[in-house]
Every structure is written in C-alpha cells, then in structure tokens.
C-alpha cells in the first residue's frame, strides 16, 4: 500500500473507531439503546420485555472490543505488518459471530419476571 494511501485509511479507521467509541460510552451508561438495530424497531410493550440497561451494556462492551479491533487494523496498515491486520481482522470476525450466537441462544436480556 503506499504511502498515501496507507495514511488516508489510517486517518478513516482512527475516525471510525472514535466514533464507534463514542457510542459506546453512551451505550455503557444506558442511554442509547434507540440506536440499537431491532430493538429500536419494536414496540412500547415489546420493549418493555427486555432489561434495557443490559442489553446496552452488553452492545456498548462489544463496540469497544470492536473500536480495539479497528484500532489493531490500523496499526497493522502503518507497520505495515500483515500479520497484525490479519489477527485484527480475525478478531473482529469472530467477536461478530459470537455476539450473534450470544444474543440469539437464551433470554439473556429478557427482564426477569417473579
């Protein structure tokens, strides 16, 4: 990649990752869950079944590891170290599928009714 090149994705996946970041934090506190793709689409009463703050939580935890992920990519670009943006790459595939199985095996964020 040249040099041009490799500094114009570095400035975009550094841009990327602080935006991810940012929502993150917010996610994390508890508020934000609106962005959250699906569960922003269901209504009052569906939503109501679900503990709110856990599920950002958990959303919120996971886009850091992903702001990380992109954070190693981009170090992989500017060593110019195939190595580091392949395992950058893996971890970002992975972290993706496990949240995927996570979210959709059990009622992991259903609230708990006595």
Do not use: W
């Not at 990649?1 to 990327?16: E, H, K, Q, S």
């Not at 699906?38 to 950002?56: P, Q, R, T």
């Amino acid at each position: 990649m040249g040099t041009g090149n490799a500094i114009a994705a570095t400035i975009v996946l550094l841009f990327v990752a602080g935006l991810i970041s940012a929502l993150a934090y917010q996610l994390i506190k508890g508020r934000g869950a609106d962005t959250i793709s699906g569960f922003n689409l269901l209504s009052e009463k569906k939503k109501a079944k679900y503990d709110e703050k856990v599920l950002c939580r958990f959303v919120g935890k996971l886009m850091f590891f992903f702001a990380g992920c992109l954070i190693l990519i981009t170090a992989g670009i500017l060593l110019q170290q195939h190595v580091v943006i392949i395992a950058g790459s893996a971890l970002l595939a992975s972290a993706i599928i496990f949240s995927v199985v996570y979210i959709l095996t059990g009622n992991r964020f259903r609230r708990k009714t006595p």
